[in-house]
């Protein structure tokens, strides 16, 4: 059975096709006028790499074997919650005190996922070996 996770190359462009989109649009929405349909444009563009990403992410692991689709698995069930937690903390305490939104904002706080992630696989991998 041949295998279907994506080649290096579809992989390659996906993620520049995801980050130069993102930096982009980062940094030109901005521009745009206030209200506009193209401000609204320009925010979502990144929509359609993330998706692609996300479903190559899917297929890869699907194609994986059974300890590594586990070991992904165990990564996420750490991450998500320590997401969730990450929120409400932060949707609470900007209740109670004003949070620095350049520290803080949404677009800085969802580059923990990734982090929150890195930890769950650590401690699967652990488990694992």
């Not at 290096?8 to 520049?16: G, N």
């Not at 932060?90 to 939104?101: F, N, Q, R, V, Y």
């Amino acid at each position: 059975m041949p295998s279907r996770s994506p080649n290096k190359s579809v992989w390659l462009l996906s993620l520049a096709a995801w980050i130069g989109t993102y930096v982009a649009a980062r940094y030109s929405v901005e521009l745009a006028p206030v209200g506009s349909a193209l401000r609204v444009l320009i925010a979502l563009a990144p929509l359609v790499p993330t998706v692609l990403v996300l479903w190559l992410i899917w297929r890869g692991v699907r194609s994986m074997d059974e300890l590594h689709r586990r070991v992904q698995f165990e990564a996420l069930a750490v991450a998500f919650p320590l997401c969730l937690v990450l929120l409400w903390v932060l949707g609470l305490l900007e209740l109670a005190i004003d949070l620095d939104k350049s520290n803080w904002s949404y677009r800085h706080v969802w580059a923990m996922v990734p982090m929150f992630y890195a930890i769950g696989l650590a401690l699967a991998w652990r488990r694992y070996k």
